[in-house]
């Protein structure tokens, strides 16, 4: 739409007698307001989550078992709205955000539960994320 808004201006401003003007409403004026900061700021949250959990976990490499769970979700679903010719608008980017955060939700309490099992069960690391992810995927199915 971004392509159209272009278009739309253009002919607007060959065609409109001298005095008048246009301007966007609703949905054409939130994206022209927005613009691309969803490529600015999606990165810098995925950053501070990561950062976050590294604090936390005390330990880069389950956070970043957790991070990576974001392309996994995110390519599917940017996928799909190329197939259907969707755009990016405010609304999509919105429902990205929230896609990312349940799926980095659900990644922390399948990490957690195999880092309980494998501390306390004495679980090799194998077995303790198959065993998190067989005893934890009804749960999260759940409430997701």
Not at 120 to 134: K, N, P, S, W
Request: a negative charge.
């Amino acid at each position: 739409s971004g392509q159209a808004q272009a278009a739309m201006a253009k002919i607007l401003d060959e065609t409109l007698p001298r005095g008048m003007s246009y301007e966007w409403t609703d949905l054409a004026y939130q994206q022209l307001v927005s613009g691309n900061t969803g490529l600015l700021v999606f990165p810098l949250c995925v950053l501070f989550v990561f950062l976050v959990l590294a604090a936390q976990y005390e330990s880069l490499s389950l956070p970043l078992a957790i991070i990576l769970i974001v392309p996994m979700c995110l390519l599917p679903a940017v996928t799909a709205l190329k197939l259907d010719h969707g755009d990016n608008n405010i609304f999509t980017q919105i429902g990205l955000l929230v896609l990312v955060g349940l799926a980095c939700k659900n990644a922390i309490l399948i990490v957690e539960f195999a880092k309980h099992l494998q501390e306390e069960h004495g679980r090799d690391a194998r077995t303790a994320v198959l065993e998190a992810a067989h005893l934890r995927l009804r749960p999260i199915l759940m409430t997701s």
